[in-house]
């Protein structure tokens, strides 16, 4: 084999090897990659109007705070405005243990940029809480 071919074969099978390395160290926590699994389905439930099923799939912290009537009032005036959600796109994860002034517990913040028909860019934070049976489940929604 030509030498200049043999160093440019070597060149490139150690890129492919540093670049594989290198891909483990960008890979996000699985939780929360599951937090905004969890985040996303919960969002498609709201985004189809179905205040009732995105109440019962949310967390235990979330229906004490409001019940299931005022919670389809409360959506259908929040989204109401905004029209069909378009497209939506995470912008952060953060994962906190034991966050000052809240219970004890694993939670996580997820920030969408989201495009709707009357708003094409609207910001959605969702808040979740990794509840005692191992799901994740939202406790908390704010659109602007």
Same mark, same amino acid.
């Given at each position: 084999?030509?030498?200049?071919?043999?160093?440019?074969?070597?060149?490139?099978?150690?890129?492919?090897?540093?670049? /594989?390395?290198?891909?483990? #160290?960008?890979?996000?926590? *699985?939780?929360? =990659?599951? %937090?905004? !699994?969890? &985040? @996303?389905?919960?969002?498609?439930?709201?985004?189809?109007?179905?205040?009732?099923?995105?109440?019962?799939?949310? /967390?235990?912290?979330?229906? #004490?705070?409001?019940?299931? *009537?005022?919670? =389809?009032? %409360?959506? !259908?005036? &929040? @989204?109401?405005?905004?029209?069909?959600?378009?497209?939506?796109?995470?912008?952060?994860?953060?994962?906190?243990?034991?966050?000052?002034?809240?219970?004890?517990?694993?939670?996580?913040?997820?920030?969408?940029?989201?495009?709707?028909?009357?708003?094409?860019?609207?910001?959605?934070?969702?808040?979740?809480?990794?509840?005692?049976?191992?799901?994740?489940?939202?406790?908390?929604?704010?659109?602007?």
């Amino acid at each position: 084999m030509n030498p200049v071919r043999s160093f440019a074969a070597r060149l490139l099978l150690l890129a492919a090897i540093c670049l /594989g390395l290198a891909g483990g #160290a960008f890979a996000q926590d *699985p939780r929360g =990659n599951a %937090a905004q !699994a969890a &985040a @996303r389905a919960w969002l498609e439930i709201a985004d189809r109007g179905d205040a009732e099923a995105s109440w019962a799939a949310a /967390g235990k912290k979330f229906q #004490a705070s409001i019940d299931a *009537p005022k919670w =389809n009032e %409360a959506l !259908a005036g &929040a @989204r109401g405005p905004f029209g069909k959600t378009l497209s939506r796109t995470a912008l952060s994860t953060k994962l906190e243990t034991n966050p000052a002034g809240a219970p004890e517990g694993e939670y996580a913040t997820i920030i969408f940029e989201t495009s709707f028909e009357n708003a094409p860019r609207a910001a959605e934070s969702v808040s979740l809480e990794h509840e005692a049976d191992g799901t994740w489940r939202v406790i908390g929604y704010v659109i602007r």
